[in-house]
């Protein structure tokens, strides 16, 4: 049996990898596929890519991209989640500062650099008009991290997926000012190029199966209880992420793969561009 190691974000989007692990469908398959949850999120998931610590990661396409621009021998296979990732932007409940227009000058919490929520602070700054070179960053590795780091007054604002910190913002320890969604599909799955390579067998015969767990999984019985359960998550909120979510069993097409990268560039997070056949398989 082949072994497969994959990482992820421990979030909600991921619950179909774990429902396919649990059923043993990838067993069954010959696949010992091995989940490893990284609540550090995207900047940690591109080390491990680099690091040969994981063999797929399902991650942000911004910092995916990112990193391949950079170097990162990994490919952009598939879009795992179309709909874009709705970013809640937060301050400690306590805080003076009532609307992002009050955070031109804030210090920016980060899990660390090169992540989502580093990447999206500067495409937010970009919306709002202000000078992105400015920007103060503070790394709190974790939400936990974040709860802290605002609470202390290390950091004014943090930026993460809305649903999953809904719950610390209805504890009365964050309050959300405002949202800003990506304006691109949220989640791919990126593969390191060596695997590609050696175990393409493998990969295809993952992909088979989350995707066709991907698009049956809103018509899973109960599965909104069973998120809520999981996520520590009320229902209602659930059923309104249900409803905005979208699963993509499809190729990342390269207009999209173009306007990440020319953002990406206008914002000058990245300095050069690659073509799509050097990022993609």
């Keep these: 049996m082949k072994t497969i190691k994959i990482a992820g974000v421990p979030e909600h989007f991921n619950l179909p990898w774990h429902l396919c692990i649990e059923n043993g469908e990838f067993e069954d398959a010959g696949v010992n596929l091995e989940w490893k949850d990284v609540p550090e999120g995207t900047g940690k998931l591109c080390q491990m890519l680099r690091n040969k610590e994981t063999d797929i990661a399902v991650i942000l396409t911004e910092g995916i991209t990112k990193d391949i621009v950079a170097g990162n021998e990994s490919s952009i296979i598939q879009v795992y989640v179309q709909s874009p990732l709705i970013w809640g932007i937060h301050v400690a409940a306590n805080s003076k500062y009532k609307s992002v227009k009050e955070l031109e000058n804030g210090k920016v919490a980060i899990s660390r650099y090169g992540s989502g929520s580093q990447l999206m602070a500067i495409v937010n700054a970009k919306n709002e008009g202000w000078d992105t070179s400015k920007l103060d960053f503070e790394i709190i ?23 999953m910190t809904k719950p610390i913002v209805d504890a009365g320890i964050f309050r959300r000012v405002d949202d800003c969604p990506t304006p691109w599909p949220c989640f791919v799955i990126a ?16 992909l088979n199966i989350i995707n066709q767990t991907t698009a049956e999984f809103k018509n899973i019985p109960s599965i909104d209880k069973t998120l809520a359960e999981r996520y520590e998550q009320k229902i209602e909120d659930i059923r309104e992420w249900l409803k905005l979510t979208t699963w993509s069993q499809e190729k990342l097409d ?16 990245i300095d050069k561009k690659i073509a799509f056949e050097i990022a993609t398989r």
């Excluded at 709860?147 to 649903?163: C, I, P, Q, S, T």
């Excluded at 207009?255 to 560039?265: G, I, M, P, W």
């Design 254 to 269: 390269e207009v999209t793969f173009n306007k990440v990268q020319d953002q990406l560039a206008e914002l000058n997070i």
């Design 191 to 206: 593969v390191r190029n060596e695997v590609l390579e050696n175990d393409n067998n493998a990969i295809n015969t993952i």
């Design 141 to 163: 590795n974790t939400l936990d991290g974040a709860v802290k780091g605002l609470a202390e007054g290390r950091a004014d604002y943090f930026m993460w997926e809305r649903f």
